[in-house]
């Protein structure tokens, strides 16, 4: 019998998709079972009363918990994020019910054995609910008491070999896709990249002095597989600077049918034989392909590189051999509203260990510029609508380029410095003065 | 500035400040040490280490605060 009535939740479960009530029910269940016999450090009934209190807030339409704390590691100000229920004697199986994020590995990789163990952990000195993965990337422990927190810190350093993840005013956990591990699009090593940038900016990640929170992600094309141009302060997406390389044979067997485009994704249903002039070249963005007399040309110059055709003939369509990064800032994605994609800074770099030339050209005086004039709770994208592109390109000291225009120009001035107008604008004040009295 | 100079100088100004609020972004710090961020930072976070202020966090955002003044309340604009 549960400990509370949930109706309201139990509707929840009705509908068609799996639904995370019935996960908290199946673990409060197991919990009360105890079949492994797990000497529990929180309270037995934490997945109850967490049923409990989220029923309450339905029924109020208002949250029970309260907002942030001081909880957290030692030396750590962000992974934990302290949450309180303001009904403590009601549920207190969540009276305190903290959240710790965990840095997912790069690439999210894992053996079962390394996620048995986290699980066993987080069963252990937690309520054993997790979030496979939060928005950021990081594994979210969702609740636990504050006595927990130190000993879970220990064990994933530990044992795991794991860290905490950004939360608050920091460095948040760095992001990538599978990249070169399993992906033949990836024109960098995201993986490395991320793991090295994760190490280098410790203190950013752990020890909060930004205005806001910051995200760093890598996708190795722009397919942009964890939507780094959407999600993240400084996206890094990926591309070539040469040519897309074709394998015409190749291109002929996907006009012959041998080779199945998409890889074969779209086998579900009879398409119709393929073609490449209505599948490929009509659907370029540029218009920049041309297919006549069974030849296959690309004007690699007029190519943005969207991966449309690479995507449906990979075996055809290669990425060129001269590869690195474009970068973009500003993108952010907030709940409520203001969400706004990245804007190019940066048209192409090298990506190579140790990213010397990424980190000192790019990142570290983006964050000098924005620690001292961004204002409190201001994300990079909006420090660059209020001071404009203008300024970003001055903080990076790059020249401007017309990649990084997405539309004509909608204010009327121009603003010139006074080292960029041949004889500067100083006058004498004095000889001003005999003509113009005060 | 050192370090001693500057504990003394966030103490002051923090506990001045105590009637109307607790929780101080990490720019208002930087601003009563008078120093560039990066630099103010090095010596927040040994703070923050030798308890002199501690972290508070929304989860989205931090603020930081002397050990054990201001309430929960303080904290969400309660009062
Ligand atoms: S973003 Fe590109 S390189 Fe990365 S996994 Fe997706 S398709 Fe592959
Ligand atoms: S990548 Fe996109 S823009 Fe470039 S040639 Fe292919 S379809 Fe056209």
Redo the contacts with the bound molecule.
């Keep these: 019998m549960a400990k509370h009535e949930t109706p309201l939740l139990s509707q929840l479960e009705t509908g068609p998709w799996p639904s995370f009530v019935s996960d908290i029910k199946r673990e409060a269940e197991s919990r009360a079972k105890n079949e492994k016999g797990i000497d529990y450090q929180i309270p037995v009934d934490a997945c109850e009363d967490l049923l409990g209190v989220l029923e309450l807030s339905y029924k109020h339409g208002r949250t029970h918990w309260k907002h942030g704390g001081i909880v957290g590691v030692f030396g750590y100000g962000g992974g934990v994020i302290g949450r309180y229920c303001d009904q403590p004697e009601q549920f207190p199986g969540v009276a305190h019910f903290h959240t710790m994020r965990v840095s997912q590995p790069a690439g999210k990789f894992y053996t079962t054995e390394y996620l048995k163990g986290l699980c066993d952990l987080w069963e252990f000195r937690g309520s054993g609910i997790t979030n496979m993965h939060g928005s950021t990337g990081d594994i979210i422990f969702i609740g636990t008491t504050t006595p927990q927190l130190e000993e879970v810190f220990y064990e994933l350093t530990h044992t795991f070999n794991q860290d905490l993840g950004g939360s608050g005013s920091n460095l948040r956990t760095p992001s990538?896709?599978?990249?070169?591990a399993?992906?033949?699009?990836?024109?960098y090593d995201?993986q490395a990249i991320c793991h090295e940038l994760t190490n280098y900016y410790q203190d950013e990640l752990h020890r909060p002095a930004f205005p806001y929170k910051f995200k760093f992600k890598f996708?190795?094309?722009?397919?942009?597989?964890?939507a780094s141009i959407a999600r993240s302060d400084l996206s890094f997406?990926?591309t070539w600077r040469d040519e897309i390389r074709i394998d015409a044979e190749a291109v002929k067997a996907y006009v012959g049918g041998e080779l199945k485009p998409n890889g074969g994704a779209h086998a579900g249903r009879d398409w119709g034989a393929f073609d490449i002039q209505k599948e490929v070249v009509d659907l370029c963005p540029t218009k920049c392909m041309r297919y006549a007399d069974g030849k296959l040309e690309i004007n690699n110059k007029e190519c943005t590189r969207c991966?449309h055709c690479i995507n449906v003939m990979p075996r055809a369509l290669r990425i060129g051999n001269d590869r690195g990064v474009t970068i973009l800032a500003g993108a952010k994605a907030p709940i409520l509203d203001g969400a706004q994609m990245g804007t190019l800074i940066v048209p192409f770099m090298k990506a190579e260990a140790p990213y010397d030339d990424i980190k000192e050209k790019v990142i570290e005086p983006i964050w000098d510029w924005w620690m001292e004039e961004g204002k409190n709770r201001e994300r990079l994208g909006e420090l660059m609508k209020r001071q404009g592109l203008q300024r970003m390109i001055e903080v990076l000291g790059v020249d401007p380029d017309p990649r990084m225009v997405q539309e004509p120009r909608s204010n009327p001035y121009i603003f010139w410095k006074e080292d960029e107008v041949e004889g500067g604008w100083k006058r004498d004040i004095n000889e001003f003065r005999k003509y113009h009295k005060r | 500035m050192d370090y001693e100079e500057a504990k003394v100088k966030i103490t002051e100004q923090l506990t001045k400040k105590l009637k109307t609020k607790s929780k101080f972004y990490f720019n208002d710090l930087a601003k009563i040490l008078e120093m560039k961020p990066r630099e103010a930072k090095k010596i927040v976070n040994k703070l923050v280490e030798n308890g002199v202020l501690e972290y508070w966090s929304s989860g989205s955002t931090s603020m930081y605060g002397m050990p054990g003044t201001g309430k929960q309340a303080s904290a969400e604009h309660e009062d």
């Design positions: 990538d896709c599978v990249g070169q399993r992906c033949e699009f990836a024109c995201t996708d190795g094309c722009p397919n942009c597989c964890v997406i990926g991966m």
